[in-house]
């Protein structure tokens, strides 16, 4: 019995591997059609499901989690996250030039995850002061891509958000509040974040 | 006189420009020599002194802000600063791996802003919640370099910090005072920052 089972359990983890395997080499072919950076399977990210989002039909980016980053942001109140905004290529080369209005093809990625104290850090420091990432919430994943025809209507600008999962997390009624909320960065292209040097 | 001035202008920016691509091109070489993603010159931080901090002998690593995120955090107390830990290739690579202790080769940059709240975001929330990154402190930017046997009397790390002008800003007794304070993170190779998925 626990021969058949070491059996069976050594067949399971052999399909697992050859999977394993077929995924990653869909993820390096995907990014590097899309010129990015790095592609292997992240880590709390399977984009294995790559749903696209409603309204404006974005599909996660494969390899977005090596892209450079952009800033960071902590969000207090009901949200209570800490937040890197990450952009590819395009983005920050527009960021770094400033280059208003970003470039089509232009891609910013904002991940959150839970604000937590840290006990260990805290001990080091010999006082109550570090907070640091904890886990996903639900509004883990955000893009904002940019694409002036495409997204005439919202600025140039197209939005999605994803869980850890990799599954669209923000219905279509969500997604159309994104734009109005943006409006008040016209003056720069509809994009809050600016870039930590 | 405005003839000659325009003239020597042109002539130091003719220099400028011969330097800018000589440091240019010996950072790519640098970077492509290390592995490191990207090779400009990164704004607000000047490599062009490339001053060793002491101790450790550590240089500033030539496109570090191109390095992808490890995680973010958030300093309170005296601190008060918002930051991101970035990796090199062979860092990133060992943290997703789960690979202890981090193989030589692996650099971990840490980069500080000060924490400021944002009232642009603030007014979009509806509500005082968001801090961003603001200027950087004296303590901008820090690397722990691995090198199990140039460092093998503290762990195998090397310690540095910079202010964002590229100078190093802590002194040998402060970088003495680094690992001392790992040491609690002994288990996971004396680094406390986890990477964030």
Redesign the interface.
């Known amino acids: 019995m626990l021969g058949a089972r070491k059996r069976t359990l050594k067949y399971v983890g052999a399909l697992a591997a050859i999977a394993s395997i077929t995924i990653s080499i869909v993820h390096i072919s995907e990014s590097a059609a899309q010129g990015g ?2 592609g ?1 399977l ?4 399977s984009t294995a499901s790559n749903k696209a989002a409603p309204v404006f039909g974005i599909k996660i980016f494969p390899g977005y ?5 952009v ?7 009901e ?1 209570n996250d ?3 905004i ?1 952009g590819n290529d395009v983005a ?1 080369k527009a960021y ?1 030039e400033g280059t208003l209005p970003f470039p089509d093809g232009a891609v910013i990625a904002r ?1 959150a ?1 839970k ?1 937590v104290p ?1 006990e ?2 805290d ?3 010999g ?7 904890g886990s ?1 919430p639900d509004w883990y994943l955000q893009f904002m891509v940019k694409d002036s025809k495409k997204y005439a209507t919202t600025g140039g600008w197209g939005f999605a958000q994803f869980n ?1 999962d990799g599954n669209p997390s923000a219905d279509a009624a969500k997604l159309e509040t994104c734009f109005p ?2 409006e ?2 016209k003056a720069r292209d509809f994009v ?6």
């Open positions: 950076k790095g292997q992240q880590p709390g990210t989690r090596d892209w450079a980053l800033s960071v942001a902590h969000e207090a109140g949200l800490i937040r890197a990450l920050i770094r991940i995850w604000y840290s260990e850090n001990k080091a420091f006082r109550p002061q570090s907070f640091v990432a996903a850890k909320c943006h008040p960065a809050f974040t600016r870039y930590a040097p």
